[in-house]
């Protein structure tokens, strides 16, 4: 069993940018002045203890675990949503959860195009043959541009 304060020490070893120090000195409300080798010696034994180590272990493996977003707890986490926002009567709220809900399960089908590049829109019907006849075509174009543009120059 561990003490309260070896406890608040397995979090603090949970949060983020933070050594066994920073945790020890969070904890143990080490004296100004105090200094840092005996600080990070303390620290040191404190996680060497069995327990303690066990502990930060456990505490991770659950942070873990809660941090993985499955299916379910995502539809549940929705439904919830769902009932939340029905109980205070927003029913747009509700709404748009029960249709994420449908989303999720694939109930929904999302069908975009892309109407910003005609061009492309063209080219993907085209087979490489036409393709080059296209190209072939625009440097023709280009060519007679180009000599009309040299003779009105002269």
Sequence with gaps: ??????????????????????????V???????????????????IENPKVSARIKELRGMAANAAVL??????????????????????????????SRGKARGFYVVK?????????????RMTPGDAQAALDALEQVRAIRTKAKVSDER
């Design 70 to 99: 499955t299916l379910d707890r995502h539809m549940d986490d929705l439904r919830s949503l769902r009932e939340e926002a029905r109980s205070a009567g927003q029913y747009g709220a509700a709404i748009n959860a029960e249709i």
């Design 28 to 46: 143990y409300n080490v004296k100004h002045g105090t200094k840092d080798a005996t600080i990070h010696r303390a620290a040191h034994e404190l």
């Design 112 to 124: 975009t195009e892309d109407v910003t590049d005609p061009l492309k829109k063209a080219m993907g």
């Design 1 to 26: 069993m561990l003490t309260q304060k070896q406890e608040l020490f397995c979090q603090e070893m949970l949060k983020a940018d933070q050594s066994a120090s920073d945790a020890y000195k969070k």
